[in-house]
């Protein structure tokens, strides 16, 4: 039975590494997240797109964002930074209880 389940896990990992692959891909492919910046009113200048892509790593290639993203994903960066503190950080140190997914907590 160990056998069994450790032959398991040794396929499960190349399976979730080609997976995830393909999802960054298609998403990637889905076109740039900025572009809705682009037809705004007052217009949004091309010098702070350009910035906020160099900022975001979407003017790297496709391979080094998608190295980048997984050696984050491994070191439990799950988003951008808000206050100084990355996300999986702040639901470490986020109190715990009462509260529900409104906020309200509970009456």
């Known amino acids: 039975m160990f056998v069994y ?7 499960s990992i190349p399976l979730l590494l080609l997976s995830s692959m393909i999802v960054y891909a298609l998403v990637h492919f889905a076109g740039d997240p900025l572009r809705d910046l682009e037809g705004r009113n007052p217009a949004v200048p ?9 900022a975001l790593g979407l003017d790297k290639p496709l391979v080094q964002q998608y ?9 439990g960066e799950l988003g ?19 509260g529900t997914a409104t ?5």
């Not at 091309?46 to 160099?54: F, H, I, S």
């Open 5 to 11: 389940a450790l032959r398991r896990l040794f396929i």
């Open 46 to 54: 091309e010098a702070v797109l350009q910035a906020r892509r160099v």
């Open 67 to 75: 190295w980048n993203w997984l050696t984050g994903v491994l070191r």
């Open 80 to 98: 951008l930074p808000g206050k100084g503190l990355g996300l999986s950080s702040e639901l470490t140190t986020r109190p715990r209880g009462g």
């Open 103 to 107: 906020g309200r907590g509970r009456r």
